[in-house]
């Protein structure tokens, strides 16, 4: 897996005719592993403080993890922002130019055709008809940078334009400085430092860290834990109390290399929602775990000190979203029969539609047990003798993954899916469904 190095940066600042002030981020980078290695500049960021900032802070968030780092190594997220916030401090001007607005198949266009026609009525409520309607016309439009900034922002923000493709940097005017007037550079301000939340290693990678109410959940490895810090606590609170970012960085990176690896019984208790959403995953952590029910219809997994278990294992259960589930200390209360049962063999059928022609073959919708994802629906074919053996669609002479149909026959979904639906989607659980009796009167 690559890197992206930066090479260089550069602000640039502008006030609109409404007098409203605008930055203009450029960033000159390379990919580590694409050649040759040429630097390239780019507008990352276009628009207000706030569009800026959170630019900053999101780009020094990849940092913790190396996926962004300079031509001599990695960076620390603090230093890397440290270098754009000098920028900021010292913007270049920005001229006046014309953006260009264009509709077309080129990659370098505002929107495509389809684009276009997906945000129209969105750009109509901006107040834009007349220049929706020069587009589907295929016309080139331009409009002045300062006189409409707001919209062209607003454009960025919501509406799929991108703003490398609005702005170069061959339109940055002045010397770093010649806008002080528009530059941010404010005093620091005492604050007090954020409260961290509690943190345990569940290994050597992977952290639990506590929600308000004293539960737990997995929150991944350390240097993700960071980047969510830096994206969502750490740059809103140094837009409130200018020069904190440093120390808040550092104290969260801090708090995690001196968590207490865990040394308890826990419970994971993984919400109602979650299992329903996700029958594949469950069957994932079925095989790994056992699972007894929770009073709100999800599942609890005991996780006994010490763990004895397999990374993967912990994988599968630390990467759950905090809206999943949470870990509590204790092992859970076996209150009724573990949900899992005996494991169904690899293959066992839940449910088979009765076969129909399709030109020279005959087909059927089959949800059956799969040795690693679970219940899943399978087309099987056979030639026109009854006599014959199914096979796999994946046998099929034009068996494509890539095509919606799969290069399989188009009427497969309306003769075999659709008058089944609800009896497959009720398969996939599981139960074996037997289909309906035909009435004789």
């Known amino acids: 897996m690559g890197s ?41 960021a276009f628009g207000d403080l706030q569009v800026a900032m959170e630019r900053i802070f999101s780009a020094g968030s990849a940092c913790e ?52 026609q997906e945000r129209k009525d969105a750009l109509l409520a901006l107040g834009m008809g007349d220049i929706v309607a020069r587009l589907e016309q295929r016309e080139r439009v331009r409009l002045s940078l300062y006189e409409n900034a707001e919209l062209l922002a607003e454009l960025v923000k919501n509406h799929g334009v991108s703003h490398w493709r609005l702005l170069s940097i061959n339109s940055v005017s002045g010397i770093s400085g010649g806008e002080s007037h528009l530059a941010y550079a404010p005093e ?12 345990m290693r569940l290994d050597e990678n992977n952290y639990l860290l506590q929600n308000e109410e004293g539960s737990w959940y997995g929150a991944g490895w350390a240097y993700s834990i960071v980047g969510d810090y830096i994206r969502n606590v750490v740059m809103p609170a140094e837009l409130a109390s200018p020069g ?10 801090d708090h995690l290399e001196a968590a207490p690896a865990l040394a308890q019984d826990m419970t994971v208790t993984i919400s109602k929602a979650t299992l329903d959403r996700n029958p594949w995953w469950l069957k994932q952590v079925r095989d790994k775990f056992t699972l007894l029910p929770a009073s709100d ?17 912990w994988y599968a259960l630390s990467r759950l979203d905090k809206d999943d589930a949470t870990w509590s200390i204790g092992l859970p209360q076996q209150i009724a029969l573990p949900m899992d049962g005996p494991k169904p063999e690899a293959g066992t059928v839940f449910f088979e539609t009765e076969p ?33 053996p ?6 099929w002479p034009t068996w494509d993954g890539n095509l919606a149909n799969a290069g399989m026959p188009e009427s497969l979904g309306p003769r075999l899916f659709q008058p089944y639906e609800k009896l497959v989607k009720e398969a996939l659980k599981g139960v074996s469904v037997a289909l309906p009796q035909l009435s004789l009167f």
């Open 188 to 199: 620091p301000v005492k604050a007090p430092m954020s409260v961290l939340p509690a943190a």
């Open 390 to 395: 199914w096979c796999s669609e994946r046998k």
């Open 65 to 116: 993890g190396g996926m962004l780092r300079y031509r001599g190594g990695s960076v620390l997220p603090e230093n890397y922002i440290a270098a754009w916030l000098r920028e900021m401090a010292n913007p270049s001007g920005m001229a006046d130019v014309p953006v260009e607005l264009s509709v077309s198949g080129s990659f370098y266009s505002t929107w495509s055709e389809d684009g276009l």
């Open 4 to 44: 992206t190095i930066s090479t260089a940066k550069k602000v640039a600042a502008f006030q609109s005719a409404k007098g409203n002030t605008f930055y203009c981020l450029f960033e000159q980078t390379y990919e580590s592993n694409v050649s040759p290695k040429t630097p390239r500049w780019s507008c990352c």
């Open 297 to 313: 219809g999800g599942a609890a997994i005991g996780v006994p000190y010490p763990f004895v278990g397999e990374a993967g294992e």
């Open 244 to 253: 904190r970012y440093k120390k808040m960085i550092k104290a969260m990176r």
């Open 356 to 388: 129909v022609k399709i030109g020279n073959h005959q087909w059927k919708l089959v949800v059956l047990e799969d040795e690693y994802y679970g219940p899943v629906t399978q087309f099987q074919f056979r030639s026109g003798d009854a006599g014959a």
